[in-house]
């Protein structure tokens, strides 16, 4: 049996709704419209049935739910999507056998009860959380209880990059351009959400949190030469209003906090064979 566990979906009834919605910037209407698959679950099995015992852990599509409505829309938008899931694990539970929940993390308290109806009510295997939220990191204090609920619910979180356009490559610009923000964006912020998490001291506070980082850790394993000693030298570069961010000393290491993430596999060869190496195939979660 073959499982992606990291694999997207848009259910119908989110796409219904999401068509009614404004564009925001998030080109999603263009993006799904290009990736057919994403809805049209006759033309998914069709693609499914070519790589034999195969099935998938579905989760929703970028973007994120926070990104697509402010915080009295976002917990409407999250419940529709979990509903829609769940539905699709239950009619389909040889392709899909499990889902993975969406959070409108916008609105903290709409998240924490999205997390238990999730979970408790519709059988959620885990939840996903995007890189940043609207731009704030998830460091953040307020995102703290949603860690904490996550935690109590012992389930896994599944770690997607969120960047746009709006992300610019060079500050005298406004925006990305060539596709940038996603190529080479997306890597960079779901490192950088990999490393804010670790030095939030997450994985001391929580021993039981379980991350699965998208795209097999994104850069840090191809980069470990330099996490390894660079962040070993922490603040040794800064300005000196930065050094009070330092002041703590990690437990560990912040290379063993990175071996601590989970992963999926990805498309390239060398690629694989490097993510391997690094985290170790006990943390390479696809069968």
């Given at each position: 049996m073959k499982i992606d566990i990291f694999c997207h979906i848009v259910p119908q009834n989110y796409y219904d709704r999401m068509m009614k919605l404004p564009e925001t910037g998030t080109t999603i209407k263009k993006c799904t419209a290009n990736i057919p698959a994403m809805v049209n679950?006759?033309?998914?099995f069709r693609m499914m049935d070519r790589f034999g015992d195969y099935c998938q852990v579905v989760s929703m599509a970028a973007p994120p739910i926070e990104a697509m409505g402010d915080a009295k829309l976002s917990p409407e938008l999250a419940q529709i999507t979990n509903d829609g899931l769940a539905e699709?694990?239950?009619k389909h539970p040889d392709r899909f056998p499990g889902f993975v929940a969406a959070l409108p993390m916008n609105n903290t308290a709409a998240a924490l009860e999205e997390i238990d109806r999730a979970v408790l009510k519709l059988g959620a295997g885990g939840v996903q959380i995007y890189s940043n939220v609207n731009g704030c990191p998830l460091d953040r204090p307020e995102f703290l209880p949603i860690f904490?609920?996550?935690?109590?619910?012992?389930?896994?979180?599944?770690?997607?990059?969120?960047?746009?356009?709006?992300s610019p490559d060079y500050v005298t610009e406004k925006k990305s351009k060539f596709e940038l923000w996603r190529v080479f964006g997306w890597p960079f912020e779901t490192s950088v959400a990999m490393a804010r998490i670790l030095f939030a001291e997450y994985f001391d506070r929580f021993p039981?949190?379980?991350?699965?980082?998208?795209h097999l850790g994104a850069m840090i394993p191809?980069?470990?030469?330099?996490?390894?000693p660079g962040l070993d030298q922490l603040g040794a570069r800064t300005e000196r209003e930065d050094?009070?961010?330092?002041?703590?000393?990690?437990?560990?290491r912040p290379q063993e906090y990175f071996k601590m993430f989970y992963t999926d596999t990805f498309?390239?060869?060398?690629?694989l064979r490097c993510g391997l190496d690094f985290f170790g195939a006990d943390h390479e979660e696809s069968a």
């Amino acid at each position: 049996m073959k499982i992606d566990i990291f694999c997207h979906i848009v259910p119908q009834n989110y796409y219904d709704r999401m068509m009614k919605l404004p564009e925001t910037g998030t080109t999603i209407k263009k993006c799904t419209a290009n990736i057919p698959a994403m809805v049209n679950l006759d033309l998914r099995f069709r693609m499914m049935d070519r790589f034999g015992d195969y099935c998938q852990v579905v989760s929703m599509a970028a973007p994120p739910i926070e990104a697509m409505g402010d915080a009295k829309l976002s917990p409407e938008l999250a419940q529709i999507t979990n509903d829609g899931l769940a539905e699709l694990v239950v009619k389909h539970p040889d392709r899909f056998p499990g889902f993975v929940a969406a959070l409108p993390m916008n609105n903290t308290a709409a998240a924490l009860e999205e997390i238990d109806r999730a979970v408790l009510k519709l059988g959620a295997g885990g939840v996903q959380i995007y890189s940043n939220v609207n731009g704030c990191p998830l460091d953040r204090p307020e995102f703290l209880p949603i860690f904490e609920k996550i935690v109590e619910r012992n389930v896994p979180i599944w770690l997607h990059s969120s960047r746009s356009s709006a992300s610019p490559d060079y500050v005298t610009e406004k925006k990305s351009k060539f596709e940038l923000w996603r190529v080479f964006g997306w890597p960079f912020e779901t490192s950088v959400a990999m490393a804010r998490i670790l030095f939030a001291e997450y994985f001391d506070r929580f021993p039981d949190l379980k991350i699965i980082s998208h795209h097999l850790g994104a850069m840090i394993p191809y980069f470990s030469g330099r996490t390894d000693p660079g962040l070993d030298q922490l603040g040794a570069r800064t300005e000196r209003e930065d050094l009070t961010l330092v002041g703590r000393k990690p437990k560990k290491r912040p290379q063993e906090y990175f071996k601590m993430f989970y992963t999926d596999t990805f498309d390239s060869l060398p690629g694989l064979r490097c993510g391997l190496d690094f985290f170790g195939a006990d943390h390479e979660e696809s069968a």
